[in-house]
């Protein structure tokens, strides 16, 4: 983008990822102590990158991840995670054969939504989403919880190769 300063008759160059960061730094040191530095980014039109710290991400209030269990044994370890934190069910469930919407609610209104896919017989996809400004804090002890009522996966046994295998004696 070019700007042409007429009082001066010079050309300058301004790029818009410099301008933004400067919106930014002088927004952020100008009193919006209240206003996080990433929210500041997000309202700016900046992509913001994923968080991850293990086997689940969590970005804009979603935390994503996939496990080895059945399909129907990961909606009762939602529904049991649920129990345990004294989330109670809001609404009807909206369940069919490959995927599940469980949403919960705690005693100040706060929503847990559970999103089960079944995308294998031992694989699904979960997202635990807590919205936008939910706490992250929430959405991992919900997935904790829930994976601590999963049954525990069975190693499957190496396979030998016949020609390598032991005779029979």
Avoid at 63 to 73: F, K, N, Q, V, W
Avoid at 78 to 83: C, D, E, L, V, Y
């Amino acid at each position: 983008m070019t700007l042409l300063n007429q009082s001066r008759g010079k050309r300058f160059v301004c790029f818009w990822p410099q301008a933004v960061l400067c919106i930014l730094l002088v927004s952020a040191g100008g009193g919006c102590a209240a206003i996080p530095l990433a929210t500041l980014g997000t309202v700016a039109g900046i992509s913001t990158s994923a968080v991850s710290t293990g086997r689940e991400i969590f970005t804009l209030g979603k935390l994503d991840t996939a496990e080895m269990a059945g399909y129907p044994e990961t909606l009762v370890a939602a529904r049991s995670a649920a129990a345990e934190l004294y989330l109670t069910p809001k609404g009807k469930e909206k369940l069919e054969p490959w995927q599940a919407e469980l949403v919960f609610v705690d005693e100040k209104g706060a929503t847990v939504e559970a999103d089960i896919e079944r995308r294998s017989e031992m694989l699904v996809r979960i997202r635990v989403d807590v919205g936008l400004f939910g706490s992250e804090v929430t959405a991992r002890l919900f997935l904790t919880r829930l994976r601590l009522y999963l049954p525990p996966v069975k190693s499957p046994q190496p396979q030998i190769p016949a020609s390598t295998a032991p005779a029979p004696a």
